[in-house]
């Protein structure tokens, strides 16, 4: 398996401009999280999906962003319009169901907003 | 909500000496306890997990971690530090019924030759 994979690897664009972030889960994966980590917050989940249907979004800074999972093998999160503060680098990550399973990440996208 | 904590910023060690990364947690229910590696401009890589039996539990790279339930800890620990083990731990717990994971802030592990 290629693993969980993110795609762009880094986008950078200016303020007030759309961005899409792209996932593909781990085939047979129940579950996606959507993670933002930054120097001053750390690795913070933003929302999760448990096949397909998004369980928690309260960790979604606000309105400008959303997230969709419409099939099992892909999810976007979006940011609209983009800030400098929402820069940072945006993580992936899937496992199968069960507490005890453990998250498999993507590389990450790097994003910065100017 | 569960949650981890992870008291240290920065770990620093010279190379051949054992390390000890600190983490505690606070759950509601049994812990789930995860330990995560990350390399410089990577993701997040599993180290090891505790789910029940051994409160000494084993994993990649020679790394272990020890589960206290009276102290609330799960510490990560190895005998013997690389200068290849200088990265970015993160302790996490997952939930046992919403199945979210929360991670610590990290710790800068940095061993030196």
């Known amino acids: 398996d290629a693993g969980v994979i993110q795609s762009p690897r880094h986008e950078v664009t200016e303020m007030g401009q759309e961005v899409t972030l792209r996932c593909k889960p781990i085939?047979?994966?129940?579950?996606l999280f959507w993670y933002r980590q930054t120097m001053m917050r750390g690795l913070e989940l933003l929302i999760y999906?448990?096949?397909?249907?998004?369980?928690?979004d309260s960790g979604m800074p606000e309105d400008r962003f959303s997230a969709k999972m419409p099939n099992a093998s892909f999810s976007t999160l979006k940011i609209q319009p983009s800030e400098p503060r929402d820069s940072a680098v945006y993580f992936c990550?899937?496992?199968?169901?069960?507490?005890?399973?453990?998250?498999?990440f993507g590389s990450g996208t790097q994003l910065s907003v100017l | 909500a569960q949650s981890v904590a992870q008291p240290e910023d920065q770990v620093n060690v010279a190379e051949g000496n054992p390390l000890t990364v600190k983490c505690t947690y606070s759950?509601?229910?049994?812990?789930?306890l995860f330990w995560y590696v990350q390399y410089p401009n990577r993701g997040l890589q599993f180290l090891l997990k505790?789910?029940?039996?051994?409160?000494l539990v084993k994993g990649s790279y020679g790394f272990e971690a020890e589960f206290n339930k009276s102290q609330t800890s799960f510490h990560l620990k190895k005998p013997s530090a690389l200068v290849s083990d200088s990265a970015l731990y993160f302790c996490?717990?997952?939930?046992?019924?919403?199945?979210?994971?929360?991670f610590g802030a990290g710790t800068r592990l940095t061993v030196k030759p």
């Open positions: 990550a899937s496992s199968l169901v069960g507490p005890n399973e453990k998250l498999f």
């Open positions: 085939s047979g994966h129940d579950y």
């Open positions: 999906f448990n096949n397909n249907v998004p369980i928690d």
């Open positions: 759950v509601s229910g049994n812990p789930y």
């Open positions: 505790y789910i029940t039996g051994d409160n």
């Open positions: 996490a717990v997952r939930d046992y019924n919403n199945n979210d994971m929360r």
